[in-house]
Every structure is written in C-alpha cells, then in structure tokens.
C-alpha cells in the first residue's frame, strides 16, 4: 500500500466524526422544529375553540315553511271607458228654445232632450204641401185629357216628374220640422252639455254627450312577450286605486294587431258597474296570472343569499345553523319558489341570517307561521 494512499484513507477517516455530528445535528433541527409546529396548531385550535365558546349566540327569527299556491303575475295599467260614449248633434241649423236636461240626468232612448226653433221649417213644409197639392191635381186632370187625348204623353210625364219632386221635397221639409226636437238616441247619463238655451247651432254642432257605464270596459296595452299567456285566459283581476276596490273582469277583445307607436296589443275586459261606482277615465291596475303552483314552497326573498354564484338559505335545527343550497322557480311579489333545497316545516331563518354559519349555535327569539306576523 503506498503511502499516498494511507494518507487519503487517514483524512477520511479523522473527517468521520464531523458529518456524523452535522447529521445528528440536522436530525434534532427537524425534530425540533416538527414539534415547534405541533405546539403551535395545538394553541391555535385551543384559542379558536375559547373564542367559539367565547362568542354570543345570533339572534335570529325563524320562518315555519308550509304548502301555499305561488302564481307568476303581472300588472299593467289601464283606464277606465263607458260603455258607450255618444255625442247627440244637430241635424238642422236655429235657434235653441228649450234644453230638458242638464248634466247628470239619466235619460231614456227617445227622450226629448231639446228643441230648435221650428217655425221657417213648419212654413217651408206648408208651401211644399200646397205645391205638391197643386201638382196632384194637375196630374190628374192631364190623366182624364190624356185619355181623351187632348194632352200628350210627354206633359203627363212632365207633370208627374214635378209631382214626384214635390213630394221628395214635401218628405224632406216633414223629416226636418221633425229634426227640430232632438231625442235620446240612446238610454244613459249626461255627461256634458254644450250648448245653452237660446243658442244659434248650425248642423253637426255638439248638443249634449250621453254615456253609458252601468258596465264599463277597461283597456290595457299587452306586450307582445305576454300576449300568449292572455290569448288563453277570460278572467282577470282588476284594482281601482281610487275605489281601493278589486272586481272581476272579463275579457271582451284582445286587437289582432299592435299599437304602432307603442307597439301594444289593446286588450279590453268588461266589468259590471250597476252600481256606478267605477267612473270612465279612472285609473285601474289589471293583474294577470301566467302560470300558478298549487301546493310550493316558497320563502322571502331576501332571507335568500347569493354566495360564489350559488343561492343559499339558512334552517335552524335544534340551536344550529345550517346552510342549503336551493333551486329557486317562480317570483310571487316578495316570495320566490323553492324547487329545490327546503322542505315543509323546516324553519328558515329570515332575520339575522346575513351574520351566521353554517353550524354556528344561534338562539331563536321568535318563530312565524306568516311573514306577516314580523308587521305586528
């Protein structure tokens, strides 16, 4: 063996002592830290736990979830029109001599309700009357000379044409006289009155507005996204503000086209008014009900959370909180549908349920059969 190599074989082995010391020292650095770690977990549990036991129960109220039916609906405006709304014009040209109504009468269909000075058309008819007589009797004097043939067939036409002319004209002037009372063209109320005794009118002027509104129509203007849905329906619910009354309508026409500036179909409902209390031009509310669900489950809207793009909702059962995710349908005003996630007679949480979860020890100070109950 050469001395190089016992030389070699020496600095190993004096070298020895010194990597078995750093390994033994890197074995008790892992160890100690490990154990370091252990500790701290150890504390951090320990505090978490003080500060769950430490923390006050939420105080929370509970809503008992039942069956009830949840309808989609809308709402639209509309108005209130007469039945029959008609304006009464003059047919001949005078003077007003007697009005026999005011506004608000109620009339009957025939019923005088005015008349115009009468005397140049009684004098017109008298003069036709004495020249239709005159060329009656012509004729029949020119019938006995044309048999005896001492006139020609062409006078006698000539003096039957006049005859016939004479009483179209005779029949006018009677139609006219007649004209100078105005009757109710139909039975109703008035509701305007333009024209004052004494008055000069001329033909087509406005005398009087009759209406009828024992039965009224509302009109609405439907979208073109709910037009199916009212297609199918005949009955619908309709809210007059002013009355704070709700009646049944029922359909009466729904337009084949729309409206071209609002691009509307006009729907029109009819509604029993015996009793007058809907006046025409009031403002009503008509709700329509899409689509309905007989026996659902549905809860508050806001007691429903909206979290990493998922819909929570919170139940308490026996002093815990527990979050479900739920699947929600139909929007009945402030309830929304729960297809899926609650079941009946759970407890949902619809107060304080923004500051829990899940598993959290919360305590009930109240629970409610109806979210109406939280107004009292």
């Known amino acids: 063996m050469s001395s190089t190599f016992k030389s070699w074989i020496i600095r190993i082995w004096a070298r020895v002592p010194m990597f078995l010391a750093l390994i033994v020292l890197c074995v008790f650095a892992a160890w100690l830290y490990q154990n370091v770690e252990a500790k701290k977990a150890a504390i951090a549990a320990q505090k978490a736990a003080q500060l769950k036991e430490e923390r006050p129960k939420i105080n929370v109220i ?3 979830l039942r069956p009830e039916p949840i309808q989609d609906r809308i709402n639209f405006p509309g108005i209130v029109k007469a039945w029959v709304r008609l304006d009464v014009l003059s047919e001949v040209q005078g003077r007003i001599t007697q009005l026999s109504v005011k506004e608000g ?10 008349k115009i000075d009468a005397r140049d058309y009684k004098n017109a ?7 239709y007589k005159a060329a009656l009797s012509s004729v029949n004097r020119l019938k006995e000379l ?3 043939q001492l006139a020609t067939q062409s006078q006698l036409d000539e003096a039957v044409s006049r005859m016939d002319s004479l009483k179209a004209n005779m029949d006018t002037a009677s139609l006219n006289l007649e004209r100078c009372a105005i009757r109710a063209p139909i039975s109703g109320i008035i509701n305007l009155r333009y024209v004052e005794k004494g008055q000069y009118i001329n033909m087509a002027d406005q005398i ?3 209406i009828q509104f024992d039965r009224v129509k509302i009109a609405v203007g439907i979208p073109e996204s709910d037009v199916d849905a009212v297609r199918g329906l005949d009955r619908f619910r309709v809210t007059i503000d002013a009355l704070d009354k709700t009646f049944t309508a029922r359909k009466y026409f729904l337009s ?3 409206d071209e500036s609002a691009r509307l179909y006009n729907l029109e409902m009819i509604v ?4 007058y209390e809907i006046l025409p031009d009031m403002f009503a509310r008509v709700e329509i009900i899409k689509r309905e669900v007989k026996n659902g489950i549905s809860a508050p809207l806001y007691s429903i959370l909206t979290r990493n793009n998922q819909r929570l909702a919170y139940v308490e059962k026996e002093g815990i909180a527990h979050v479900r995710n739920v699947s929600l349908g139909l929007q009945d005003k402030w309830r929304i549908e729960i297809k899926e996630g609650l079941q009946p007679d759970e407890r949902l949480i619809v107060m304080g349920h923004r ?13 409610i059969d109806n979210i109406e109950e939280l107004e009292k």
């Not at 009468?105 to 005015?114: E, I, P, S």
């Not at 029993?272 to 009793?275: A, F, L």
């Not at 899940?358 to 100070?365: N, R």
């Open 146 to 148: 044309h048999q005896k």
């Open 272 to 275: 029993d008014n015996s009793g």
């Open 105 to 114: 009468d109620t009339v009957r269909k025939g019923q005088l309700l005015a």
């Open 208 to 210: 009087l507005e009759v």
């Open 62 to 64: 509970t809503l008992r």
């Open 355 to 367: 500051d829990v979860s899940d598993g959290q020890p919360i305590h009930v100070i109240r629970t």
């Open 256 to 258: 084949k086209t729309a």
């Open 125 to 131: 008819l008298l003069s036709i009357k004495a020249s």
